[in-house]
């Protein structure tokens, strides 16, 4: 994909981040660009009534219009530009530039016509969830297609200044009676995981206090949308920080940091959540104990594997990305087995089970134990092990994969061992 970059990404870089007013409502408090802003930018000579030759009435709206049409059809031009699926540096590059004009095209039209509703599908739209800040889009966009984007360096400058109109932005999008619940709560989700994915990058997170608190910014956004009434949907946006399907570089410290903020948080059930996620953090410390009966009859005891590193993979045969992970789990054992790593499939489900367990046993070649840990829905059958752990550490989904080192504590959690290629990752723990 092979685009040429519209001008009007420099003159808007002055409109709308310039040195006049550059964040929204700044200067004057009519959300208008300043005069001598519109002798830069011929994209919105014809914005005012003023404009035209100081006309009224009717066709100074017509003039309002077509200028607001104008802009907002660039946005859609950009939009149209980026419907493509081939990933390349070359794509890469050309979407992070044509993000950043989207972005800044879209605070033009947001200040110029705060009653023109079509401000929130912009506002909402995905391609400001694509935006990575590199300080050479393709330099970082080479990095990034090399899974290298932890040192890539950013624009600062640029990223506080979005962060600062953000704010505004944000704010409005709350009250807005124009989006729905729905669309709300997906936004600010949306807009939570790229704070978190974009957080891989060193260079972005910068200070961890201040990443730290932009996280929680993002996370009281996606609570107030949500209401104190729904404690479930609450739980699921807490727990996309546990969720593993990424590695969002959080420590188990970071995450103490967050769970600490809504120890005292008004609902009962999200206050018993940040309890069981503290004390599974708290295993880092503290070794985990378990023990009980494989599949086939052999005795499991934590306390008698310490020495070595543990894998404890908990999954359910419904369970497709359990499955899908189970080769990258076997390429890392059969390679690490003799370096002292051992892995035990924790299966949350009844001994009902048994036969199609099997069956995926002998599909992925897996030869580890297998304790059945029973189905907290259908009454804890099996060992009621399951039912135990979902109430003590607050499992809400399979898989979840833990990583103990070899005195029995806690090293990893999901994160990096949700990756393709696990092996680095469990060396990094074996060689302490």
């Known amino acids: 994909m092979s685009k040429k970059v519209n001008s009007s990404f420099f003159l808007c870089l002055i409109i709308a981040f310039g040195g006049v007013g550059p964040v929204l409502g700044q200067s004057d408090g009519n959300s208008q660009i300043s005069d001598s802003q519109n002798k830069n930018s011929s994209v919105t000579s014809v914005r005012t009534s003023s404009a035209v030759g100081g006309s009224t009435g009717e066709n100074a709206n017509i003039k309002t219009v077509s200028a607001a049409d104008s802009i907002w059809n660039r946005l859609l031009e950009i939009e149209r530009n980026l419907e493509n699926d081939i990933i390349t540096v070359e794509t890469e590059k050309n979407l992070e530039v044509e993000a950043r004009e989207y972005l800044k095209i879209g605070l033009l039209f947001w200040k110029n016509y705060p009653d023109d509703q079509r401000k929130y599908q912009w506002a909402t739209s995905r391609l400001l969830n694509t935006l990575k800040f590199w300080q050479d889009a393709e330099k970082g966009a080479e990095a990034s297609l090399k899974s290298e984007y932890y040192s890539s360096p950013v624009d600062r400058d640029l990223l506080n200044r979005w962060g600062k109109n953000q704010l505004i932005l944000q704010a409005e999008i709350k009250k ?225 994969l833990l990583l103990l080192d070899k005195n029995g504590k806690l090293a990893r959690l999901n994160g990096s061992l949700m990756d393709r290629d696990i092996t680095t990752e469990i060396e990094r723990v074996l060689k302490k």
């Open 176 to 400: 807005t009676p124009t989006l729905s619940a729905k669309r709300k709560i997906d936004y600010f989700t949306k807009d939570l995981r790229q704070e978190l994915t974009a957080s891989k990058n060193d260079e972005y997170r910068g200070n961890t206090e201040d990443f730290l608190e932009r996280v929680v910014w993002k996370l009281d956004n996606c609570l107030s949308v949500i209401g104190s009434g729904n404690p479930k949907n609450a739980l699921l946006i807490l727990g996309m920080l546990f969720l593993g399907t990424d590695n969002y570089n959080l420590s188990f410290q970071d995450l103490r940091y967050l769970l600490n903020r809504y120890e005292n948080h008004p609902n009962p059930q999200m206050r018993a959540w940040v309890e069981q996620k503290l004390r599974l953090l708290d295993l880092d410390n503290i070794p985990l104990r378990f023990s009980g009966t494989s599949m086939d009859g052999q005795e499991i005891n934590l306390e008698r594997l310490k020495g070595k590193v543990v894998l404890l993979d908990f999954w359910n045969i419904y369970c497709s990305v359990c499955i899908e992970r189970m080769p990258a789990v076997k390429a890392a054992y059969d390679k690490l087995r003799k370096s002292g790593f051992e892995v035990i499939s924790m299966y949350a489900g009844p001994d009902s089970d048994t036969a199609k367990i099997k069956e995926i046993e002998e599909r992925v070649g897996t030869d580890w134990p297998v304790v059945i840990l029973g189905n907290a829905s259908e009454g804890g059958q099996g060992i009621p092990v399951w039912n135990d752990m979902r109430n003590r550490y607050g499992f809400q989904f399979v898989p979840q």
